[in-house]
């Protein structure tokens, strides 16, 4: 729904943070009604520790929206990492939920200096330095090499 076709959007807005905010505690509430059993066992299936798993549930959903912006500004793919190292990228996103340095990542990546000054603060830094960017570059930095075809 575009702006001009809603009446009132901030307040449009503001209603849709609260019910966002009310579902995700809702989440946190269920989270809390499982025995420590079932939690532990959730964990891990999940592959990761109970502690994490109950940082990444009080983070929410939208937690690791930074990494995908991120690895575009470096020129690799999201899809093509999904695809080529699933469990790489589940990690990275891990990672990137639990981090502490998130107004310095947004603002970097908001700037479009993150390529630049990642390095000094990301905790799946030396994960993003390793990865081989040419085999998983983004798109718009593999057409030029098909047209050259």
């Not at 990301?122 to 081989?132: G, K, R, V």
Request: proline content about 4%; charged content about 30%; glycine content about 4%.
């Amino acid at each position: 729904m575009s702006t001009a076709s809603r009446p009132y959007p901030i307040v449009q807005d503001l209603i849709d943070s609260f019910a966002s905010w009310l579902k995700h505690r809702r989440e946190l509430n269920e989270m809390r009604q499982l025995d420590r059993a079932d939690f532990d066992r959730i964990a891990s299936d999940l592959r990761i520790s109970p502690d994490d798993l109950e940082e990444l549930v009080r983070h929410g959903k939208h937690s690791a929206d930074e990494l995908p912006v991120m690895l575009e500004q470096l020129g690799i793919s999201a899809d093509g990492l999904g695809r080529a190292q699933p469990l790489l990228l589940r990690d990275m996103e891990r990672v990137c939920s639990l981090c502490a340095h998130k107004a310095r990542c947004d603002r970097d990546l908001a700037d479009g200096t993150a390529a630049e000054n990642y390095h000094g603060y990301c905790a799946n830094a030396s994960t993003l330095e390793s990865l081989d960017r040419s085999a998983l570059a983004t798109q718009d930095n593999q057409k030029p090499a098909l047209s050259a075809l």
